[in-house]
């Protein structure tokens, strides 16, 4: 089992900033893919970016590319997802989800971008 905890949301004005971080608990991550995803009312949950822990490489959706950066910290057992240049249209809850063999999910934190 792995437990996912999502902490960072909020409220932001559209141009502004919210840093979410993931801390991970329960299994080593070196084999799993992290990712962020989000789910906004009356919408599917999508993938936002996933990171590979054991080389830190990374892939993003096409509508956050340039704008949301994803990382880890091997020390912490955190994923970190930074948002910049935030828009409306990014608002939903933001998950955390760990995946190797079996798919872990954290609680979900909400973000709200006014316009």
Not at 17 to 38: F, H, N
Not at 51 to 60: E, Q
Not at 91 to 110: D, E, L, P, V
Request: net charge positive; charged share 20%.
């Amino acid at each position: 089992q792995v437990q996912l905890v999502e902490s960072g949301g909020g409220l932001v004005q559209a141009g502004g900033s919210l840093r979410l971080s993931c801390a991970a608990s329960g299994r080593t991550l070196s084999s799993y893919v992290m990712g962020w995803y989000r789910q906004a009312p009356g919408k599917e949950r999508e993938l936002v970016a996933a990171i590979r822990w054991s080389d830190g490489n990374t892939g993003y959706a096409d509508s956050v590319k340039g704008r949301f950066t994803i990382s880890r910290d091997t020390s912490k057992n955190t994923v970190i997802l930074q948002m910049d240049s935030l828009k409306p249209e990014d608002t939903a809850i933001y998950y955390c989800n760990a995946r190797y063999r079996n798919s872990y999910w954290g609680q979900g934190t909400q973000v709200t971008v006014s316009s």
